[in-house]
């Protein structure tokens, strides 16, 4: 089977902007999890997705969302985009509960 | 909170060395999972255990899970320079796949 895919790879963005990253799970996966990793905080769970709604959410504000379609890929966007929002954005995806999570390759992302 | 916190933060043995890596975590769990990071790049997982195991093997991996301590090890056996990595345990509650990790245990295996 073909492994989490995520695009882009790499971004760079100016502050105040909003971005959409993108995450297509493995086939039969019908969970998605996102996470950021910044040197500073580490990794961080942002939310869940399950059957195109949002199961679990992290501790994040508003600018932070995201969505899951009906073939279980999964976006995140994140709107008025400041500094502090440079990091990797890493997706997982895995079967409902209580199962393996395996994760992309991530997003890298600059904010300017 | 659930997170796992890794013990030691960093970690630099010799090559065929053992590496031996700690998580404590603070409620009960459903499963702890260990993931592998190289710099800058996504995570890899490699073992996950589940609340009623106590050891697991994978090769040259070894992990172990004491439910009443709330902690679990990595061994690594017979360690190679490829293994140099951040590794991360996350253990997951009953609440859905809602990984919560540490800082992770930096590895380096000098050749």
């Known amino acids: 089977k073909a492994g989490v895919t995520q695009t882009p790879r790499y971004l760079i963005k100016t502050r105040g902007q909003q971005v959409t990253l993108s995450c297509s799970p493995i086939?039969?996966?019908?969970?998605v999890s996102w996470y950021q990793q910044t040197p500073g905080q580490g990794l961080q769970f942002l939310f869940e997705y399950f059957s195109e709604t949002q199961r679990n959410k992290g501790n994040f504000p508003g600018r932070f969302s995201g969505r899951q379609f009906s073939n279980s890929r999964s976006e995140m966007n994140v709107s008025t985009l400041e500094l502090g929002d440079s990091a990797l954005y890493l997706c997982?995806?895995?079967?409902?509960?209580?199962?393996?999570?395996?994760f992309g390759p991530g997003t890298r992302l600059l904010v300017l | 909170s659930q997170q796992g916190e890794e013990d030691p933060q960093a970690l630099s043995i010799q090559e065929g060395e053992n590496a031996t890596m700690n998580c404590s975590y603070k409620t009960s769990i459903n499963n702890l999972q260990w993931y592998r990071q190289n710099s800058g790049r996504g995570l890899v997982h490699l073992i996950l255990i589940r609340s009623n195991e106590r050891e697991k093997h994978s090769g040259r991996l070894r992990v172990t899970l004491d439910t009443s301590k709330k902690s679990s090890s990595l061994l690594i056996t017979a360690s190679r320079a490829a293994d140099t990595a951040s590794y991360f345990c996350a253990p997951e509650n009953n609440a859905g796949n809602m990984l919560t990790f540490g800082g992770g245990t930096r590895l380096m295996v000098k050749p």
């Open positions: 997982a995806s895995s079967l409902p509960t209580g199962e393996t999570q395996y």
């Open positions: 086939s039969g996966h019908r969970s």
